[in-house]
């Protein structure tokens, strides 16, 4: 168990409201990631932070923001969301102990926009 | 850019028997990881085993054993006396020595008949 947890774990909105989801994490990692997950397409990363206020795009960064004001918190907002972003969202962290970058994943969020 | 590709969406295994995943990637670099996931119906990501480039000797984790073939670009994993447990989808994933990402194949499904 790495101590990360998402918030919040199911949630339903529509189009074109913001919606901000939330990865806290109680070891204080560097590395964190937000990857989306669909089916046929694995699992893509969309931002991810080497440090407070340091973050860098991924695979799939349109229409996705960043922040990360604390180290234990990694937030990912949505400013208007779309049906395409509709997926099951995973934050990871690398950890610090291993060597091999193996990155531990958050329990997921279920996103749905109507 | 690295791809890993998994070439087997479903598969299935009788219980207590032996099946082996498939995956291939592509990749210019000579230092690099490489991952397999399992992720049951909780939605859980779960690391399962890892390989490091440089090891000669193939990874094994209890009854999940890779067989990693660094001129072929291939890292398969073999999981011996398929529990019901087992049944979960499966990704393979890179990273680079110096990159701190992590680039995951599509998945295959791993059914478990009893």
């Known amino acids: 168990d790495a101590g990360i947890t998402q918030s919040p774990r199911h949630k339903v909105t529509e189009t074109g409201t913001p919606v901000t989801l939330r990865c806290h994490q109680t070891?204080?990692?560097?590395?964190m990631y937000w990857y989306r997950q669909d089916p046929g397409h694995g699992l893509r990363l969309i931002h991810y932070?080497?440090?407070?206020?340091?973050?860098d795009k991924g695979e799939v960064s349109d229409g996705y923001s960043v922040s990360r004001s604390k180290t234990e918190d990694f937030l990912l907002t949505l400013e208007s969301a779309t049906s395409s972003q509709t997926s099951v969202y995973f934050c990871?962290?690398?950890?610090?102990?291993?060597?091999?970058?193996?990155?531990?994943f958050g329990p997921g969020t279920r996103l749905t926009v109507l | 850019a690295q791809t890993v590709t998994q070439s087997q969406p479903e598969m299935s295994v009788q219980e207590a028997e032996t099946v082996t995943l498939s995956c291939t990637y592509d990749?210019?670099?000579?230092?690099?990881?490489l991952f397999w996931y399992k992720q049951p119906p909780s939605r859980q990501m779960i690391l399962v085993i890892r390989?490091?480039?440089?090891?000669?000797q193939n990874a094994t984790e209890n009854r999940f054993s890779v067989n990693f073939q660094k001129a072929a670009k291939s890292f398969s994993l073999k999981i011996s006396d398929s529990q019901l447990g087992d049944a979960a989808m499966y990704f393979c994933a890179y990273s680079g020595a110096g990159s701190y990402q992590l680039t995951f194949g599509k998945g295959t499904k791993l059914s478990v008949i009893p």
């Open positions: 932070s080497y440090g407070v206020k340091d973050t």
């Open positions: 990871a962290i690398k950890s610090r102990v291993g060597v091999y970058n193996e990155q531990f």
């Open positions: 390989q490091e480039a440089y090891k000669q």
């Open positions: 070891e204080n990692h560097r590395y």
């Open positions: 990749t210019s670099e000579s230092d690099y990881y």
